[in-house]
């Protein structure tokens, strides 16, 4: 079951772990001057990763997933065309997922990259846009709502994503560049059930970013413009007024032994309007992934 992994609940040994590490500081910090700085260098920056591995306490309480998603993708971005394109979208990802030492917190990372080729209706261009993703929440969990096996959580995340999109018929401005970073929040719910003897968990998780900065040229303004030094209304301050951006997550996990098989579905929105420009992504993807 997911609770086996995400358990949301202390492990017993994380204390004992702990303890061992700071009497090993402690030790470090000790030594003489001529070997204080060799102890800096190498060990103290073991022991940062040691306690950070440690929130996974003993390796058994964790989730770590490999993914691909494949499906559709629509890209609008009027600083490159008034026209929206619409074909395939390609992604990999990567998905941990650790208990926090507290009894009912646990941490998320996520990152990933996906790639999209769309064309216009009549076939003759294209756009290519490439992105990558990095994300990281902390979620508060709450065990047995409604029902014993009814799991929720939710809390704060911060995202930062980036890429290019590329028009290839363009010949003054053939590419423009997504950056933004976020804060806001998400929340999953799963659910722990069978499938005759298969053991299997239904989840969804929403991830929602609320504000942020994000780069926009001015409109009919080119890159050599910006490269030659005109930076001025370049950072935009992202809300729900001018930026709503949405992620979308729903599927199942089938434990097979120690081996989880993912099946689902992810839906992406990304949409932005400033400076008289306009973007409006949407994804729509089978996912398929495999614990290690």
Request: net charge positive; glycine share 8%; with cysteine.
């Amino acid at each position: 079951m997911l609770s086996r992994f995400i358990p949301c609940g202390a492990n017993a040994n994380y204390a004992n772990f702990t303890n061992c590490l700071l009497k090993f500081a402690k030790f470090a910090l000790k030594k003489e001057r001529g070997s204080h700085s060799i102890y800096c260098t190498y060990c103290l920056p073991l022991l940062c990763c040691l306690l950070f591995s440690g929130f996974g306490a003993a390796g058994q309480e964790k989730l770590s997933v490999f993914m691909v998603d494949v499906g559709y993708a629509s890209v609008h971005d009027s600083y490159l065309t008034p026209i929206t394109y619409d074909g395939l979208d390609l992604g990999l990802s990567f998905e941990a997922t650790r208990p926090i030492r507290s009894t009912q917190w646990l941490w998320q990372l996520n990152v990933g990259a996906d790639y999209n080729y769309v064309e216009n209706d009549a076939k003759n261009n294209e756009l290519h846009k490439l992105m990558g993703d990095l994300s990281f929440n902390m979620q508060r969990c709450w065990r047995g709502v409604f029902t014993p096996k009814l799991n929720l959580s939710a809390g704060p995340m911060a995202q930062l994503r980036a890429g290019i999109v590329y028009d290839a018929v363009n010949s003054n401005n053939p590419v423009t560049v997504r950056a933004h970073a976020n804060v806001g929040a998400t929340g999953m719910a799963w659910l722990d059930t069978r499938l005759g003897r298969l053991p299997l968990t239904l989840r969804y998780q929403a991830q929602l970013p609320v504000a942020g900065v994000f780069f926009a040229p001015e409109y009919d303004e080119s890159y050599y413009e910006i490269y030659l030094g005109n930076h001025k209304n370049l950072a935009h301050l992202g809300w729900w007024g001018n930026r709503f951006d949405m992620t979308n997550y729903l599927g199942v996990d089938l434990h097979l032994g120690k081996t989880i098989m993912r099946v689902g579905y992810r839906s992406r929105l990304e949409h932005w309007s400033v400076n008289h420009l306009k973007v409006h992504d949407v994804t729509h993807s089978l996912v398929l992934g495999i614990s290690l």
